[in-house]
């Protein structure tokens, strides 16, 4: 091992090769020697397919459902990995009093119809499984669905008492799911948090006898009001639930909380897929929001649980094949943040045109790279975004985003590849196949709404490794140091359809200030420490404790310190690196304003780094720096 000095500062690095990491009990740094984020053999990419919600509602029968499955088989979606066909809102009749089973809706679904009214969806979901496909339901976390608070004027709406109305999850948590898995053979499980957000004891509906009072534990413009514990709680029941009645693992539960209760820190360790912000409609400004909401995420998605920021509209509103740059650019887009591709299209119409989009197969495989990194933005502005992916084979995936309704020229850089400048740089354009070589920079010039989407290939910048920031699949922010989370200003907000211009606007989300982040602090401005700026890192509080899944690399080198951008000049941190739970090398402690240590680590055999920054104090952290944070052959 070695030991090396930063800017001429003669910074030692204490360096332990086989003290143990073991800190006291209770200790959320303490170094565990294990991956805690959530993975699943049914998730290692995320999943894909067709749900019923964007082009249906809550107007759903067996007709569609069936006939939006033949349509994936029979255009060739289904053999390009559009597999899940998922039952939204509108499925089920009633909950049977006398027993607690929930009865689906067999006038809508005749299959589902037996001889003593129980309802069955095993016929429906073996015909799925026989053509080769896998099948989705949708329940809540609460007593009552979405459709009953929020869309009561839908069809489908559950009918009969108050106890059989309530078809959430709540108070049956373990017997819908033995239900929907064991015995009707579901697949995958939405399951929204609409019944613990909106109907308190002041609700008319409440008031009147429509509904029992659930008290919200979920305000989504009140961090205050939000009982994060409770929420993840019950969440977390609903996973021991599925691993209970699908011993396999062959399952997928998806959250849909929306972005609120924090979930951003937890969602990852929970579920398979976890929703970022409201709902999307199919509006640019709507696409924008969701997408900006999910950008900033890349260290909280890894194979196995993966950012959702909602379900496709290609083929719709502002994405119809009347904006067909429009339409590339969200589906471009989902892909390079390896978004879950869940058409929401009535596939039963769908053109040649559409299903060229929808089964671009080297878009898809960006989306289903086994190395499950999410794009890092390496450009961001009000106009323009720049996203790059690291791909399993070594290449780069390039996006250069247009956000705006008219053209513009767009610089891509060598640097923002993460390629050496005086070295040529090929790109292929996924979209056309056109080849372009450049050195440097070369200039774009798109049009509205474009996203340019390119495979690239050169010299990398690190010869014998990759930054962390190049490899965000195998970094879990197992604490990220946050004790209030913070308004995100970062994220464009849009009318919400249902709400149009009513009231003050849709408020900053508590989504996704104050995380870890990629090649930035956790407040989205440059990595810098002692004035000493760094392009690639990992920023983050402090008080945090980093996951690193380590692929056969000997050596971790960083150059770490409190970053520039913190508030608290009197603070002290120390950086600890440990391999598989031993503690292998600790920094001095560290002030702001102090130059950069350099650490160089012996992590050869090592399965799994964990990077810790205890900070002296209390309350909330500022942010420290990972400068140059990579593993190295």
Not at 16 to 32: E, F, I, K, Q, Y
Not at 155 to 166: D, L
Not at 176 to 182: H, M, T, V
Not at 580 to 606: M, N, T
């Amino acid at each position: 091992m070695k030991r090396r000095s930063c800017m001429g500062a003669a910074l030692a690095v204490v360096l332990l090769a086989s003290a143990s990491g073991v800190a006291a009990a209770g200790d959320p740094l303490a170094a565990t020697g294990r991956w805690s984020a959530y993975e699943r053999a049914a998730a290692k990419t995320p999943p894909m397919g067709w749900n019923s919600w964007n082009a249906f509602t809550s107007d759903l029968d067996e007709d569609k459902v069936m006939g939006s499955a033949q349509a994936l088989v029979d255009t060739g979606l289904a053999a390009k990995g559009y597999r899940y066909v998922n039952l939204d809102d509108g499925w089920w009749l009633k909950r049977r009093e006398s027993d607690g089973r929930m009865i689906a809706r067999a006038a809508r679904f005749p299959s589902a119809a037996t001889p003593d009214g129980s309802a069955s969806f095993r016929p429906l979901t073996d015909r799925l499984h026989g053509m080769g496909l896998k099948a989705g339901i949708y329940s809540d976390i609460g007593r009552n669905s979405c459709g009953q608070v929020f869309t009561s004027t839908f069809p489908n709406q559950p009918e009969g008492s108050v106890a059989e109305r309530e078809v959430g999850l709540h108070g049956h948590v373990d017997q819908d799911i033995a239900l929907y898995f064991a015995e009707w053979g579901f697949d995958l499980i939405k399951v929204d948090g609409c019944g613990v957000r909106g109907l308190p004891a002041s609700d008319k509906r409440v008031q009147a006898g429509e509904y029992r009072a659930f008290e919200p534990i979920i305000d989504i413009d009140s961090l205050g009001r939000t009982d994060i514990v409770k929420v993840r709680d019950l969440y977390e029941e609903v996973g021991r639930a599925l691993d209970k009645h699908n011993p396999d693992g062959d399952f997928v539960f998806s959250l849909c909380l929306w972005g609120s209760a924090d979930v951003r820190s937890w969602g990852k360790d929970v579920g398979a897929m976890s929703r970022t912000s409201e709902d999307i409609s199919p509006t640019w400004g709507r696409m924008l929001h969701n997408l900006d909401s999910v950008s900033r995420r890349s260290l909280y998605a890894h194979p196995g649980t993966w950012n959702d920021p909602d379900m496709l509209f290609v083929g719709k509103g502002d994405f119809d094949l009347s904006h067909p740059e429009a339409a590339r650019s969200h589906f471009a887009l989902w892909a390079m943040v390896n978004a879950p591709l869940l058409i929401g299209y009535d596939l039963r119409q769908a053109t040649p045109a559409l299903l060229e989009i929808l089964g671009a197969r080297d878009v898809i495989a960006l989306n289903q790279d086994p190395a499950g990194n999410q794009a890092v933005l390496a450009y961001d502005s009000d106009d323009v975004s720049i996203f790059v992916k690291t791909l399993a084979s070594g290449d780069k995936a390039a996006a250069i985003f247009n956000r705006t309704s008219g053209p513009l020229e767009v610089v891509l850089t060598a640097e923002q590849l993460k390629f050496l400048a005086k070295t040529d740089i090929d790109l292929t354009n996924l979209w056309t196949g056109e080849a372009i070589r450049f050195q440097g920079e070369r200039k774009f010039k798109l049009e509205p709404r474009q996203t340019l989407l390119f495979r690239a290939k050169g010299t990398r910048r690190l010869a014998d490794g990759l930054f962390l920031s190049e490899q965000p699949g195998a970094v879990n922010p197992a604490v990220d140091g946050v004790v209030t989370p913070i308004a995100d200003p970062m994220i464009h907000r849009a009318p919400l359809p249902w709400r149009n211009t009513r009231g003050f606007g849709e408020r900053p989300r508590y989504g996704g200030w104050g995380g870890a982040q990629a090649d930035r602090t956790p407040f989205d401005q440059e990595l810098a420490i002692a004035g000493r700026a760094f392009d690639t890192g990992v920023g983050v509080l402090g008080n945090s404790r980093l996951e690193v899944r380590n692929a056969g690399f000997r050596r971790f080198t960083a150059s770490v310190g409190v970053d520039d951008s913190a508030a608290d000049k009197t603070r002290v941190v120390t950086f600890q690196v440990y391999g598989d739970g031993k503690l292998l090398a600790r920094s001095k402690p560290a002030k702001w304003g102090q130059a950069p240590q350099d650490l160089d680590v012996d992590v050869s055999g090592v399965k799994l780094i964990e990077l810790v920054a205890r900070t002296s104090g209390q309350g909330t952290a500022d942010p420290v720096t990972w400068g140059d944070a990579a593993l190295r052959r």
